[in-house]
Structures are given as C-alpha cells and as structure tokens.
C-alpha cells in the first residue's frame, strides 16, 4: 500500500515561514494528485492547495500569494512552503494522495496523520 508521512510542522510568531513536506513510501506504482488539507476543530475540512503530476495548482483564496505547492516526482514528495503566516492558518495539515499501489488495479485516496502548525500573534 502506499504511505503518506508528514513533516516540517511547527510553532511560529505571525508573519514567519514553515515548509511542509510530505513523502509518500510503500508499494508505489503511481501517483496522480497531491494536495493539503486543513481542518480545525469544529470547521470542515478545507483544501489548501492541490497539485496535479503534471504540475498544475490550486489554491485556497485565503492561502493564495501567501503560500507555494510544489513536488518532487522523483522523491514522491509534496511541499508547502507557508509564508507571511497568520494566526488563522494555525491548524493540523494533512497531505493527501491520489495514488495506485503495485498490488492495486486502480487509484485509491491516501492521507497522512498530519502535522501541528501553530501560529502566535
């Protein structure tokens, strides 16, 4: 199966930078989409920005200018590097695959446990 295990997470003041990385491990025949999830407690769910294998993005109108997705096919790893943070953007983020296992016949959705970023004003 495949894995997805998230790092780069973290404590920082308002306005400042963390980096998520986020490597995908297993039995991997491929992956298609990457992408960022957050979710407070008590809110839904939010897209934060989406990747494409051929490098198209999306982002969250609230994220956009602020932070950058980026992967690495050849690591299959997703990044997200978070500037000019803001105490809002303080959430669990958790990265999310669209990806096929070598014992699989088809695509399945993986996500990862997550990681804590918090943001101080």
């Known amino acids: 199966q495949v894995r997805l295990v998230e790092s780069g997470g973290g404590l920082v003041q308002a306005g400042g930078s963390l980096r998520l990385s986020c490597v995908a491990s297993g039995s991997i025949f491929s992956i298609n989409g990457m992408g960022w999830y957050r979710q407070a407690p008590g809110k839904q769910r939010e897209l934060v920005a989406s990747i494409t294998s051929g490098g198209s993005t999306n982002y969250a109108d609230s994220v956009k200018g602020r932070f950058t997705i980026s992967r690495d096919n050849a690591k299959n790893t997703v990044y997200l590097q978070m500037n000019s943070l803001k105490p809002e953007d303080a959430d669990v983020y958790r990265c999310?695959?669209?990806?096929?296992?070598?014992?699989?016949?088809?695509?399945?959705?993986?996500w990862g446990r997550g990681t804590q970023v918090t943001v101080t004003s």
């Open positions: 999310r695959a669209t990806a096929q296992a070598v014992s699989d016949t088809s695509e399945q959705e993986y």
